[in-house]
């Protein structure tokens, strides 16, 4: 229906002519000033922004103008020609810009005059919501939702290895063992599934979570005044009282997709923790020595009714996990996808020790079975002094 490509010096005319007509019919238009600033921006390959032609049919159609960030991808233009208007290829673009950003789990963000109602009702039937504003624009953004009402509904498994009986004795005995006599607070505490038993075996347990989802399939278990719990994220939020433990399983850590966010993730653990308190961390070993050259993925599990693929971006260090669950006829999957950083062990105890933590432990689980160079895993317990 429409195609992308890089724009050259010779779509200058074109890319001033759509964008006057779509952009800015007013008579102040400026077009050697436009025909200068664009020329810059096509010259400059190592700029931040990337300008594309968008071709319909094999003929230019529109302007299109990206800028892509380890941390975000923001739509910084679009226009189309008024004959190409209002055919959905719009609207198909930006699309294709959430898949992007979702599979790299960014924002996209993107600006709207606040002169112009239709292009913000577009915005927010696509699913951005404002969060900034200037002078003359609102500030707007989308970022895809993992941890949706639909996904808590169904993140309890009894089935699940994650939640049988035997693993959640052995997490709880250990934690419950390096809380001592204090209070646990659990980062990312979810629906519960380590928490609810942690409190069970008397430990007073509080947490964090991002997801209100998550924690309304957790208060069906348990209440407020039993297990209290602070929306919000786990890098920043900090919450009353003092700590001997702070906890953070699952390899929810790799959730934060920048190292600067895992290192606010240790200090905040820090700001939490009583002297001599503990932070522990679930992490799975990152499978680099299972890609060889021109591989971009590993297959995690491949069960008859489960599937999962790790496609791994070394550049920036960064792992997309697709879930694929089949139906019962095994016809049809539903795919779920998850974005994460990766950590080696060692960048890990350079985080902590940023944050003033000394490793005091690491285990290959949670039964203290010993951590090798074969370890798919590690339980790693940090300590302050
Ligand atoms: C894999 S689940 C783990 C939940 C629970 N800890 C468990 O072991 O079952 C990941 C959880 O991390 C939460 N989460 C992700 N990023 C977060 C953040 N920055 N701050 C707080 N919670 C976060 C998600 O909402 C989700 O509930």
Redesign the pocket.
Known sequence: MYAIRPATEADVTFLVDVAATASHPDADFDRDQYAAWTRRMIEDLAGPSTTSVIEVNGRPAGRLRVARTAASIELCGIQLAPSIQNQGIGTAIIRALQEEAAARGVALDLGVERTNPNARRLYERLGFRKYAEDDREDKLRWRHDI?TSDVAGRYDDPGDR?FSTALLDATTARLAELAGTGRAL??????G??AVPLAERGVPVSG????PP?VEVLRTKTDESTIPVTI????AVRVPGEFSLVYL????IS??LTQEDQVACFRNAARHLSPGGRFVIELWVPELRRLPPGTPATVGIADPGYILLDTYDVLHQHVTSYHFTFTEGGTEARLERSPHRYIWPAELDLMAQLAGFTLESRHADWSGGEFTADSPSHVSVYRLP
Request: a negative charge; glycine letters at 8%.
């Open positions: 941890w994650m659990e980062f990312a505490i979810g629906t599934r380590v964090i979570e991002l997801s998550m919000g994220d786990m890098a399983v699952y390899n929810t959730n934060l």
